[in-house]
C-alpha cells in the first residue's frame, strides 16, 4: 500500500513540476490575421436564369457566406434598389427553411443566437420569419427585400438551414 501511495505521490510531484516549466516571462506575441490558418474557402455562384423564386432565396443566403468585395455574388441575386441600399453587417443565427410557391420566398425559423458586429455570440431563442419581396427584373426574379444583414447558412442533421441573418 505504501508503494501505491509513493507512486501517486511521485506521479503527483512530476505533474506539478511539469507545470512549472511553463515560461510565463517575457513579452505577449500578437499573431497576425495573415499568419491564422485559412477556413473554409466559399465559391458562391452568381443567380442562373430562369431560377426557381425559392432556389433564388437559398442561392442568396448561400452567396452571403462569401463576404468578398463587400457581398457581390450576392449583391447579384437583388433588385438594383435593393442592391444600393442593403448593409450585409450584423447577424442573427438561425435555423430554418425556405419556402415559397410561383413568385414568393419566405424563410421561415427560429432564431437561435445573435452575433454583435465584434462576433461575440449571445444564445436566443424566438420566431424567424422573413419574405424576401421577390420581384422581376427584366425576365428574372430578383430579391427586393433583403434582410438587414448577411446570412451565413449551412446545414444541420435534420437537414434545416443553419446560418445567420442580420437584424432589421
Known amino acids: 500500500m505504501r508503494r501505491v501511495v509513493a507512486a501517486v505521490a511521485a506521479l503527483v510531484l512530476l505533474a506539478v513540476t511539469g507545470c512549472a516549466t511553463i515560461d510565463t516571462t517575457g513579452p505577449v506575441e500578437e499573431v497576425p490575421f ?25 442561392g ?71 419574405d424576401f419581396g421577390l420581384t422581376r427584373q427584366g425576365d428574372q426574379w430578383r430579391i427586393g427585400l433583403p434582410p438587414m444583414g448577411c446570412c451565413s447558412p449551412g446545414t444541420s442533421s435534420s437537414g434545416t438551414t443553419r446560418g445567420c441573418r442580420c437584424t432589421t
Open 34 to 58: 495573415s499568419a491564422q490558418p485559412p477556413g473554409i474557402d466559399v465559391a458562391p455562384e452568381p443567380p442562373q436564369a430562369g431560377v426557381t423564386p425559392t432556389r433564388l432565396v437559398e
Open 60 to 130: 442568396f443566403l448561400q452567396a452571403m457566406a462569401d463576404p468578398e468585395g463587400d457581398y457581390a455574388v450576392a449583391r447579384q441575386y437583388l433588385t438594383d434598389e435593393a442592391n444600393r441600399t442593403w448593409d450585409p453587417h450584423g447577424a442573427v443565427v438561425y435555423e430554418g427553411t425556405v419556402t415559397g410557391d410561383a413568385g414568393s420566398g419566405v424563410l421561415d425559423g427560429t432564431a437561435v443566437g445573435l452575433l454583435d458586429p465584434t462576433g461575440h455570440y449571445t444564445a436566443v431563442a424566438e420566431k424567424l420569419g422573413h
